[in-house]
């Protein structure tokens, strides 16, 4: 079984800075893409920022150039930086993997509990 907790998430003022993170754990024999999504009050959940397993990176154009996503393969981890907050940023933040376990051949995909992140003054 494999499972995604994510963490970091809280009550920030707009122009703050939060670290989100996300640890895969369980049966896992690889990692391929890890995503970060959001999904603000009232509306659709929507793809934040993706890095494969060999490190290409793309972003969202709401975030790019002050959120920064990152990997740290030997804890299967993945990190998002989110600087320069607004209040827009609000929503919960889903961490996705796709992942392929020592028991399946197929690679399948994770999805973490959420966290919340509001900004706001």
């Known amino acids: 079984q494999v499972q995604l907790v994510e963490s970091g998430g809280g009550l920030v003022q707009p122009g703050g800075s939060l670290r989100l993170s996300c640890a895969a754990s369980g049966s896992i024999f690889s990692i391929n893409r890890m995503r970060w999504y959001r999904q603000p009050p009232g509306k659709q959940r929507e793809l934040v920022a993706v890095?494969?397993?060999?490190?290409?990176?793309n972003y969202a154009d709401s975030v790019r150039g002050r959120f920064t996503i990152s990997r740290d393969n030997a804890k299967n981890t993945v990190y998002l930086q989110m600087n320069s907050l607004k209040p827009e940023d609000t929503a919960v933040y889903y961490c996705?993997?796709?992942?392929?376990?020592?028991?399946?051949?197929?690679?399948?995909?994770?999805w973490g509990q959420g966290t919340q992140v509001t900004v706001s003054s």
């Open positions: 996705n993997a796709d992942i392929r376990t020592y028991t399946e051949a197929a690679w399948y995909d994770y």
């Open positions: 890095i494969t397993g060999g490190g290409l990176i």
